[in-house]
Nanobody, 124 residues
Framework: QVQLVESGGGLVQAGGSLRLSCAAS?????MGWFRQAPGKEREFVAC????????YYADSAKGRFSISRDNAKNTVYLQINSLKPEDTAVYYC????????????????????WGQGTQVTVSS
């Protein structure tokens, strides 16, 4: 069983930046992020494998979002720049073992381990 603990969320003004962190209780193959905005379905944001050779982003995340990880700390990060009010959401850290394709990465059922979520609120 892998436990995930997110941190770094908060209230930020539009145009600002934020870095979310997620610490895992052990090493995993893939780590990533989903988010759920108020009144909307949860959606995939980004993920990457242990080496960083396979990194996937949702089309909506390309450009302003950057995922990275520190394997020594079993931690994954999500840097969000030029924040917009529509980025307001609960951001969930996810993790899994084994291989993962780009197509599979956006499917919630492919991720067995989830964090409790961290709230990001962007004010206009």
């Amino acid at each position: 069983q892998v436990q995930l603990v997110e941190s770094g969320g908060g209230l930020v003004q539009a145009g600002g930046s934020l870095r979310l962190s997620c610490a895992a209780s052990g090493s995993t193959s893939y780590m990533g992020w989903f988010r759920q905005a108020p009144g909307k379905e949860r959606e995939f944001v980004a993920c990457m494998n242990w080496s960083g050779a396979n990194t996937y982003y949702a089309d909506s995340a390309k450009g302003r979002f950057s995922i990275s990880r520190d394997n020594a700390k079993n931690t994954v990060y999500l840097q969000i720049n030029s924040l917009k009010p529509e980025d307001t959401a609960v951001y969930y850290c996810v993790a899994r073992f084994g291989l993962l394709s780009s197509h599979e990465s956006s499917t919630e059922n492919e991720w067995p381990y989830w964090g409790q979520g961290t709230q990001v609120t962007v004010s206009s």
